[in-house]
């Protein structure tokens, strides 16, 4: 499943979001116990900023706002990245009820 930093580090103006985001992290656990008698295992990403077409869309003071809170790597993350995540929690059949925070060390601020 893929959530968001969101799901930690909700923004002001971002209940709805932050909650949303939240409850799928939540449920990352349960459903994990629930499914594991049918082999099947339950993963959750949680991603910051990443480049993408919602990214590409931001005004040039919310992405420098942005890219301030990131540690390093100090730059949006790939898709590629993000795919190798995906590919590994896959493969890995140890990775099972598992948030993996995919966010360079970023921690958002209250506000931008």
């Known amino acids: 499943m893929v ?3 969101a799901a930690f580090d909700g923004q002001k ?7 949303t985001k939240g409850a799928v992290r939540s449920m990352t656990l349960p459903m994990a116990r629930d499914l594991s008698r049918f082999g099947i295992r339950v993963v ?8 993408s077409r919602m990214s590409a869309g931001m005004n040039e003071k919310t992405r420098k706002s942005l890219l301030k809170a990131m540690e390093f790597p100090a730059r949006p993350g790939r898709p590629e990245e ?13 990775l099972n009820g598992v948030v993996i925070r995919l ?10």
């Open 3 to 5: 959530a968001s930093s």
């Open 13 to 19: 103006g971002q209940v709805s979001y932050s909650a």
């Open 44 to 51: 959750t990403i949680a991603p910051s900023l990443f480049q």
């Open 82 to 94: 993000f795919a190798s995540v995906v590919k590994h929690a896959v493969e890995n059949v140890m």
């Open 103 to 112: 966010d360079g060390g970023m921690r958002m601020p209250s506000k931008l």
